[in-house]
């Protein structure tokens, strides 16, 4: 009889063995195809991730090289010393901006400046004109000794939509627009909507400000838009009113400019460039390098922790998902082994008795290489039916798992971390950090996990070669044996 049909009647002839073996398979199939649709699905994720928020590189003053100058100028005079920041030409900025990777750029410019003919909110304990301690506006660039008085930050951009507090969402335009590159060398502004609701503002209307370091240096900008900020200020912002968050406005980096003074015309204080793709973070970066940029002066500060933070859970549950795929596959290679082991050994009289009346060795291997070949492929038709609710739940378990654990990781940081509010930033470091925490931790709520051909494919070539190796190796430590030597032994 041909080993083939053999095979079939022996598996209908046992079929509680049969169907344990099933079981068994279809189970190890279910946990290996379970590992493959997650992996594949946190690569396909984490590509995504990388794609959408790319990364941003921030051209800027190299402060860590600046005060090392300013030290070493204190050391050579008597007097104090000066800390002073060098401004970005406009020519170096769009140098780098013409390079490869870069899906978009913008300029930012601080400066402070009085309110002329409208009043400001005021914070609660915020000193008036008339006491003798004045405030340290930002962009006065006074130095420790020159203290200024300001009512208002003034942000300098190309584009408000790519201003820090507008593209993490803490700032919203609620009526008109925002500042766009073709504002540029125009007197326009962009103002908070508590600061316009209590002056009567609105779209249209014109606002006069003076600078902080220089009163003769007026502007009247024509106001084209209103946003509202969810900021609630730093620390800092109860003592001094241009650091609440209504008191700041947007106006282009050209305005800014004059505001700061002729030295800063054409120049702006930083750069952030944001790539088409995280992955060219670096390449960017040693593009930038071999620019005629002056990185004696400036430096490129690569930001990519957003997509740091939202791969992070993903890389760890496709990590999770390989192991699994390598564990269940030893594992069960191993327990399919000493089933069929066993199941073997039961049957030497049935393989003495073939070998006797003159059937081949190899014969009687294909048999039983057949019967577990037979369960492997159902068992992985089966597999490709329950694999993919099982690894959505697995997968999407183990990924809130992580991404909780991620956030406490962060949460226990900025706990332990500095505290306090920088002279720009509405919320300091740490709420910064925070908010952009929140960001990747609503975009990996979840993972897409579906069963694609690739992994069925995959999954196939495991199965076999999982039930050829757990078939084979029993089977050749009987087939070694004599057909005399299995008949005379039988009991």
């Not at 794609?51 to 204190?74: C, F, H, I, N, P």
């Not at 490869?100 to 304990?125: C, L, P, Q, R």
């Not at 408000?160 to 925002?178: C, K, M, P, Q, Y």
């Not at 001094?240 to 008191?247: A, E, G, I, Q, R």
Request: aromatic residues 6%.
């Amino acid at each position: 009889m041909n080993f083939l049909k053999r095979a079939f009647w022996s598996m209908k002839a046992k079929k509680g063995k049969t169907l344990l073996q099933l079981v068994i398979f279809t189970v190890i199939c279910v946990f290996v195809l379970s590992g493959l649709t997650i992996q594949s699905a946190a690569k396909a994720s984490s590509e995504l991730a990388r794609q959408e928020l790319g990364g941003s590189v921030t051209l800027q003053v190299d402060r860590e090289a600046a005060m090392e100058k300013q030290q070493s100028e204190q050391s050579e005079s008597d007097g104090p010393p000066q800390f002073t920041s060098t401004p970005i030409s406009l020519d170096d900025a769009e140098s780098i901006a013409a390079l490869d990777h870069v899906k978009s750029y913008n300029y930012s410019v601080s400066a402070s400046a009085n309110a002329e003919d409208f009043d400001i909110i005021e914070s609660s304990t915020s000193p008036d004109s008339s006491d003798t301690e004045s405030e340290q506006a930002p962009g006065s660039d006074q130095g420790r000794s020159g203290m200024v008085q300001a009512d208002l930050t003034v942000n300098g951009t190309l584009t408000s939509d790519e201003a820090e507090s507008f593209s993490d969402g803490e700032a919203e335009i609620v009526d008109g627009r925002g500042i766009e590159e073709s504002d540029a060398d125009s007197n326009v502004a962009v103002i908070e909507q508590t600061l316009a609701e209590e002056n009567d503002l609105a779209v249209g209307d014109t606002i006069n400000i003076s600078s902080a370091s220089d009163e003769d240096t007026t502007q009247e900008l024509e106001i084209v838009g209103i946003y509202e900020t969810s900021s609630a200020g730093s620390d800092q912002a109860m003592n001094f009113s241009f650091l609440n968050p209504y008191n700041t406005i947007y106006v282009p980096y050209t305005a800014a400019n004059t505001l700061k003074g002729e030295d800063y015309t054409d120049t702006v204080e930083s750069v952030t460039y944001q790539m088409d793709d995280a992955e060219n973070i670096d390449a960017f970066i040693a593009a930038a390098e071999k620019t005629d940029v002056d990185f004696d002066v400036y430096q490129l500060d690569a930001n990519d922790d957003l997509y740091q933070q939202m791969v992070g859970p993903i890389e760890n549950v496709a990590s999770f998902a390989k192991n699994i795929v390598y564990l269940v596959t030893i594992a069960g290679a191993i327990i399919l082994a000493l089933i069929v082991m066993l199941s073997i050994r039961e049957r030497k009289y049935e393989m003495g008795v073939l070998m006797a009346i003159g059937e081949k060795k190899w014969k009687l291997a294909g048999q039983f290489i057949t019967e577990i070949v037979v369960i492997a492929i159902v068992a992985v038709g089966l597999s490709s039916i329950f694999g993919n609710p099982i690894a959505n739940v697995l997968g999407n378990q183990l990924l809130d798992q992580q991404t909780t654990a991620s956030a406490e990781t962060t949460t226990t940081s900025l706990q332990q971390g500095p505290r306090g509010g920088g002279m720009m930033s509405g919320g300091g470091p740490g709420q910064a950090v925070s908010d952009a925490f929140s960001q990747p931790s609503e975009a990996i709520s979840s993972l897409n996990i579906n069963v694609t051909w690739e992994n069925i494919l995959i999954l196939g070539g495991i199965g076999l070669a999982v039930a050829i190796i757990a078939a084979l190796i029993p089977s050749i430590s009987i087939l070694r044996l004599q057909p005399k030597n299995i008949l005379t032994k039988q009991e």
